[in-house]
Nanobody, 124 residues
């Protein structure tokens, strides 16, 4: 079992930046792939990026250039830094861990563990 807790969300003006954190407990994340998703009401959870267990990252195309994902395995945490925020970035941001084998990584339903989410609101 892995417990995930996101933090760092809040209200930010357009053009600003934010750093979200995901703290894991119950298992070490060293050998776990972890990901960030976001969701707005009425829409499916949307892939943001993945921090692979080998420290590589893969990002959604629409966010490339604005997002950095990093992991600190010693602290069992992963972070998501978003810059040049836009109102359309407003969403609940979720951390996920452990992909199901052969399930890919973009769909939310291939991830086994989820945090409760943290709200990011970007104002004009």
């Amino acid at each position: 079992q892995v417990q995930l807790v996101e933090s760092g969300g809040g209200l930010v003006q357009a053009g600003g930046s934010l750093r979200l954190s995901c703290a894991a407990s119950g298992r070490t994340i060293t050998n776990l792939d972890m990901a960030w998703f976001r969701q707005v009401p009425g829409k499916e959870r949307q892939f943001v990026g993945i921090g692979w267990s080998d420290q590589r990252t893969s990002l959604a195309d629409f966010l490339k250039g604005r997002v950095i994902i990093s992991r600190d395995n010693a602290k069992n945490t992963m972070s998501l830094q978003i810059s040049s925020l836009k109102p359309e970035d407003t969403a609940v941001y979720y951390c996920a861990a452990e992909r199901r084998p052969n399930g890919g990584w973009i769909r939310a339903n291939v991830w086994n563990y989820w945090g409760q989410g943290t709200q990011v609101t970007v104002s004009l």
